[in-house]
């Protein structure tokens, strides 16, 4: 079936601008992570998902990020005002439930540079 | 707090020969530990978890809790290993995972 889907898959943007970024997960997980790959950090956690629960934003670097989960499926990813160093591959993932034997399966993430 | 750490940025061999990919994480809990794999042009995807005590591609991980880490080891490399490799931690039960930097192997004809 069909995998994590993100959308766009790259983003330019100047500083200063807001920019929304789009995951689609596995239809039926009901956990749902964002992550970031950048070169000076690596791989990072921003923020998780898990139906109507409260969801932990302990990732997020700053208030100018936020997410949103609509419906227990998409969800976007909110960087207001962007800087240069937001400039990172965004990743999605999802797993069927939020347990660590259910495997998180990635999205093909979404390039976002900010000029 | 937790943290990932895999010293080796690039690592290189031949193959059929041994690898090992090093993984040192430091938590003050009993972490389950994860190793992902990243191949050229594809997306990140689980390799194996330690809690499944599995073996795929023939690649194992020991967790060693008294040195703390999670080498990835196989006995004979293959071309099609060449990838980014990373160790990762969960300190929580529903997946929020810490990363290492990643380590690149090349597996060299």
């Known amino acids: 079936g069909a995998g994590v889907s993100q959308s766009p898959s790259n983003k330019v943007t100047e500083k200063g601008k807001d920019v929304e970024l789009r995951c689609d997960p596995i239809s039926g997980h009901t956990a749902l992570y964002w992550y970031r790959q950048s070169l000076g950090q690596g791989l990072e956690f921003l923020i998780y998902?898990?139906?109507?629960?409260?969801?932990?934003k302990s990732g997020l670097p700053s208030d100018r990020f936020s997410a949103e989960r609509t419906g227990g499926s998409v969800s976007t990813l909110t960087i207001q005002r962007t800087q240069q160093e937001d400039s990172a591959v965004y990743l999605c993932?999802?797993?069927?439930?939020?347990?660590?034997?259910?495997?998180?399966?990635f999205g093909p993430g979404t390039r976002l540079t900010v000029l | 707090a937790q943290r990932v750490t895999q010293p080796e940025k690039l690592l290189s061999v031949f193959k059929g020969a041994p690898v090992e990919l090093k993984c040192n994480y430091s938590y003050s809990g009993s972490p389950e530990l994860f190793w992902y794999v990243q191949y050229s042009r594809q997306r990140l995807q689980l390799l194996l978890r330690h809690i499944s005590r599995e073996s795929i591609k023939g690649f194992t991980a020991d967790l060693n809790k008294g040195e703390t880490s999670f080498h990835l080891k196989k006995p004979f490399a293959q071309e099609e290993d060449s990838a980014m490799y990373y160790c990762a931690l969960s300190g929580t039960s529903y997946g929020k995972l810490t990363f290492g930097q990643g380590t690149i192997l090349t597996v060299h004809p």
């Open positions: 998902f898990q139906g109507n629960s409260a969801p932990d």
């Open positions: 993932a999802s797993s069927l439930a939020p347990d660590l034997m259910y495997t998180q399966y």
